[in-house]
């Protein structure tokens, strides 16, 4: 596990004030796998979420991405994020810009590669999330799903090796909520190494390699979806399923 | 009111003199601002403080005091602010270049004065950009610079430049501070040599120097509100 493993946290511990959000966490992401938590509000989903490219720094720990230790501010880490994407749960589409300049931004500012070749690519990326017919829309013009489907394309335009997902769903009218799913299970499929935070079971169940619950700061258990649903151990996991999944 | 037409010259000549220091402040307070605003966001935290400490003090000491400083502890420290007398620059502002160094002390604490309001104006205006702005920004590998350039002030100037105009037309009217600190013949310092050494009755000369200042501010204001509804449209 240890050589393949592209996202590594070992005893990491994050407080807010008094509250300590992370508790002891230690998680290993291997590449390609597609590991979802899920867990109630305010379990520390999202700061772990966050915590893997620091936008949320750390207390104690260690978190190590691709063999190497998350450096501190400045370059190196601006050159760990460019490698790590992030879709956000409220898409942070930059409003000034339209899509494909929102897709394009990465590459040619941080990469530093040309526009023609980057624009190609950029297009590409959008017809593949299915938009490309409103390229040179803002995001404003946008629906939510079709926002966030242009930050899916947004963070794959830097070719990243891991995607994090903050909640991708939860800012979507129900009907949409289809439609940003269907991308995020076709790069699953793919191999893509991805964190999912998020409350959409289904999604757990068929597109997770291992659903990882969370409660108050702590990892409480990790298992493979099938077996997970069917059978948690812990109690704290059982009631939670017992709360979502009686409906 | 015969003072208004028999001395139209040197209303017109005050007039010139507090032009010429505003628009040199102004351009000045609006790149120190700028600078002062970016360490004041900086991730630095050394350049934090030092962008906090300029704040504090330039915006918390009264401008009379500035003025004190620049004209009589400048020259304490053996300096005629000589680094102001720009070549080409002194051409066009003729009192950049004389020897009597008090226009270039007062343009100096005009601008450091003024610089802490231009950074808070300017900062309210990165405040009004939604932090998922800058964080996705970061989360694409952008640096703390280019988010700011492609992200972030982008977004931020429609929010400042009301604020921004508000300071600039307060400092328009500050600049009447000057005339107590050396500098001849600005606008309000005409008013007070027409008065008291050339005994012209003070209502009549307060309505010309207003005149004067009014051409300066209601016009910059009028473009505010002009650049503030377009933005309430553009906004919905």
């Known amino acids: ?247 | 009111m015969n003072v208004l037409i028999d001395k139209f010259d040197v209303f017109a000549g005050g007039f010139w003199l507090t032009l010429q220091i505003c628009v040199l402040a102004a351009i000045g307070a609006l790149i120190l601002g700028a600078v002062v605003a970016v360490l004041r966001i900086s991730p630095v935290p050394p350049l934090r403080a030092v962008g906090t400490a300029y704040v504090t003090v330039f915006r918390n000491m009264p401008l009379t005091v500035v003025m004190f400083f620049a004209a009589f502890a400048l020259p304490a420290l053996g300096s005629n602010a000589d680094f102001l007398r720009i070549p080409g620059l002194e051409v066009v502002f003729t009192r950049l270049g004389t020897d009597l160094p008090y226009f270039r002390f007062a343009l100096i604490a005009l601008t450091l004065y003024t610089a802490a309001f231009v950074c808070e104006a300017l900062r309210s205006g990165i405040n009004a950009v939604p932090p998922g702005q800058a964080e996705a920004a970061r989360s694409l590998g952008l640096t703390f610079g280019q988010n700011l350039r492609y992200v972030v002030l982008p977004q931020s100037w429609k929010a400042s430049i009301v604020p921004l105009g508000s300071v600039i037309i307060a400092m328009i009217k500050n600049s009447a501070l000057i005339g107590f600190f050396g500098v001849v013949g600005d606008l309000s310092q005409s008013a007070d040599q027409l008065t008291s050494a050339e005994g012209y009755a003070f209502i009549p000369v307060a309505i010309g120097i207003s005149i004067g200042y009014l051409i300066m501010t209601v016009p910059l204001g009028a473009l505010l509100d002009r650049i503030e509804r377009r933005q309430a449209v553009a906004a919905r």
Request: contains cysteine.
């Open chain 1, 1 to 247: 596990m240890t050589d393949e493993a592209l996202i590594v946290l070992e005893n990491v511990n994050k407080w807010f004030g008094p509250l300590h959000v992370l508790q002891d966490v230690d998680l290993s992401v291997a590449r390609g796998e597609v590991v979802v938590v899920i867990g109630p509000s305010g379990s520390g989903k999202s700061t772990l979420c966050r915590a893997i490219n620091r936008l949320e720094p750390i207390d104690s720990g260690t978190i190590t991405f691709d063999g190497r230790p998350l450096p501190a501010e400045g370059r190196a880490l601006a050159r760990l994020r460019s490698e790590v994407g992030m879709v956000f749960q409220s898409f942070n589409l930059f409003a000034h810009k339209t899509t494909l300049q929102n897709v394009m931004l990465g590459p040619v500012k941080v990469r530093r590669e040309q526009t023609a070749v980057v624009r190609d690519r950029a297009m590409a990326l959008l017809e593949r999330v299915g938009i490309a017919n409103q390229a040179e829309k803002y995001p404003a013009q946008l629906s939510g799903g079709q926002q966030q489907r242009v930050a899916i394309a947004r963070a794959l335009a830097m070719q990243p090796k891991a995607l994090l997902f903050d909640e991708p769903t939860s800012a979507l009218d129900p009907e949409m909520v289809g439609e940003v799913l269907d991308v995020m299970t076709s790069l699953a499929r793919e191999g893509m190494t991805m964190v999912v935070v998020t409350h959409e079971m289904g999604f757990a169940r068929h597109a997770a390699d291992r659903v990882v619950f969370m409660a108050d700061g702590q990892l409480v258990e990790q298992a493979a979806p099938e077996e997970f649903f069917a059978n948690p151990r812990s109690d704290r996991a059982k009631d939670f399923l017992s709360k979502i999944l009686t409906h």
